[in-house]
């Protein structure tokens, strides 16, 4: 099992929020597993926003020859509940190493990532 830290646009980022996403294209230069871990991070304007969400991966897709490049995949994931994402973090030992660079002040990162209960939990 694996953490994946991804970069992702605001328009993608707010529909995964809103659950209206529930699947991700890729190009598989991380090996993506079901029962992967991925930390979505919202980037906008070339830049973190600093918002994040967590997310299982269910399924992933590969090799299909009509209607995927090589390389590439899709897979579908199911968002993490606060109970989840806390105990994902705890488990992992996530700190601030993995959340490194997602916001200009990391002293102020977990202020604004959408796991509430957790941002105020974890201090840099």
Do not use: P
């Not at 993608?12 to 996403?21: D, G, L, S």
């Not at 979505?40 to 997310?55: P, S, V």
């Not at 994402?85 to 002293?107: M, R, T």
């Amino acid at each position: 099992m694996q953490i994946h830290r991804l970069k992702i646009s605001k328009q993608w980022f707010e529909e995964i929020v809103a659950e209206n996403k529930t699947f991700e294209v890729r190009l598989n230069d991380r090996n993506y597993h079901q029962d992967d871990y991925v930390c979505f991070c919202e980037y906008e304007n070339n830049d973190y926003t600093g918002f994040c969400i967590f997310a299982k991966i269910k399924y992933v897709l590969e090799q299909f020859k009509d209607g995927l490049k090589t390389g590439y995949v899709v897979f579908s994931f199911r968002v993490l509940n606060y109970k989840e994402e806390h105990l994902l973090i705890k488990e992992n030992s996530l700190d601030k190493e993995f959340f490194k660079g997602i916001h200009k002040s990391d002293a102020l990162l977990y202020e604004r990532m959408i796991f509430t209960g957790v941002a105020k939990e974890i201090r840099l």
